[in-house]
């Protein structure tokens, strides 16, 4: 993940069982910023995001590990896209069968949440990027 002019990246060491959140800044030493032990993880989709650097990982429940510590259930379906600020926002997809024709119809709710897991909003739609990083819902 680039942020703030550094990349940001996990580093998995299984022998040592720990899990390392570099920064990098080119033509500099990476710098270890967070350091946790990897049985106190899920490793099921662990990642780098945010609009800042956030340490996730989430099945059936989301769980962010850095900068603070956080976890609650998701919803069936459920996603976490994106966190921005004080807000998680998730996706969840739905799929309806049209009984007369036969076809499928597809369509996601935007899910607003806080870091408690609280539901803020619930909208049709999805979380939308642009080329220059601002956010908007299509």
Known sequence: MFYDGNFYF???????KLI???RYY???EC?????IETDKVNLYNLKVMGDKV???????????????NTSFVIGERETVDYID?????CSQWQEEQIEETGEY???????????????????LGSLMQR???SLFIG
């Not at 996990?10 to 040592?16: A, C, I, V």
């Open 85 to 89: 600020g004080d807000k998680i926002y």
């Open 54 to 68: 956030h340490v996730t990982s989430q099945d059936s429940v989301f769980t962010c590990y850095y900068p603070e």
């Open 10 to 16: 996990l580093k998995t060491d299984f022998n040592e």
């Open 131 to 133: 080329h220059d990083g």
């Open 105 to 123: 119809k597809y369509f996601e709710y935007l899910i607003i949440r806080d870091f408690r897991g609280t539901i803020l909003s619930r909208q």
């Open 20 to 22: 390392s959140l570099y």
């Open 26 to 28: 080119p033509e500099r």
């Open 31 to 35: 710098e270890v910023i967070f350091r």
